[in-house]
T-cell receptor
Framework: KAGVTQTPRYLIKTRGQQVTLSCSPI?????VSWYQQTPGQGLQFLFE???????NKGNFPGRFSGRQFSNSRSEMNVSTLELGDSALYLC??????????????FGSGTQLSVL | GNSVTQMEGPVTLSEEAFLTINCTYT??????LFWYVQYPGEGLQLLLK?????DKGSNKGFEATYRKETTSFHLEKGSVQVSDSAVYFC??????????FGAGTRLTVKP
């Protein structure tokens, strides 16, 4: 079974631009969660999508948005990029969603650098 | 709200040394607790978990015991190897909310 796939692996953008990241979950998994990882803040929860609906949302500004398609693939978009958005963005999939006793499967991440 | 606090790194040990990484949590009731590990250039992988008080999670020589009385879930290994060098994250989840992670502890094991 293929794991969680994130593309692209690396991205370099400039301030003010927008970016779209993609995540393909493990086949059969209906939940996709997104996290931002930075050295100073650790892992910060962005949002979770389940069956094409946003189920949970973290404390990030509206510039961060996402969506999920009928095949469970998910995209995350960041508009008007700021230097502080430079981070590793991790996607995690699970069968039925984050909850008690639920294991998350992580992708290798997209490393975004904003110049 | 629910949160996890883990010891700051980095931690540097010699091969075969004993490892402890402290983790404490704040949550009402009984969350599920996890340790995830991130090897260089990779995403996180579940290392072990415990879902109720006094449960012991174990995997690859690592252990952690869910202590309700001290709200802790410390990670231990009796004899670390160079291949254990990674970043370790303590995490909790409760009531279908998002999984909350600690800041991560970088472990370097030297031969």
């Amino acid at each position: 079974k293929a794991g969680v796939t994130q593309t692209p692996r690396y991205l370099i953008k400039t301030r003010g631009q927008q970016v779209t990241l993609s995540c393909s979950p493990i086949s059969g998994h209906r939940s996709v969660s997104w996290y931002q990882q930075t050295p100073g803040q650790g892992l910060q929860f962005l949002f979770e999508y389940f069956s094409e609906t946003q189920r949970n949302k973290g404390n990030f500004p509206g510039r961060f948005s996402g969506r999920q398609f009928s095949n469970s693939r998910s995209e995350m978009n960041v508009s008007t990029l700021e230097l502080g958005d430079s981070a590793l963005y991790l996607c995690a999939s699970s069968l039925n969603g984050q909850g008690m006793d639920e294991k998350l499967f992580f992708g290798s991440g997209t490393q975004l650098s904003v110049l | 709200g629910n949160s996890v606090t883990q010891m700051e790194g980095p931690v540097t040990l010699s091969e075969e040394a004993f490892l402890t990484i402290n983790c404490t949590y704040t949550a009402t009731g009984y969350p599920s607790l996890f340790w995830y590990v991130q090897y260089p250039g990779e995403g996180l992988q579940l290392l072990l978990k415990a879902t109720k008080a006094d449960d012991k999670g174990s995997n690859k020589g690592f252990e952690a015991t869910y202590r309700k009385e001290t709200t802790s879930f410390h990670l231990e290994k009796g004899s670390v190897q160079v291949s254990d060098s990674a970043v370790y994250f303590c995490a909790l989840i409760k009531n279908n909310n998002d999984m909350r992670f600690g800041a991560g502890t970088r472990l370097t094991v030297k031969p």
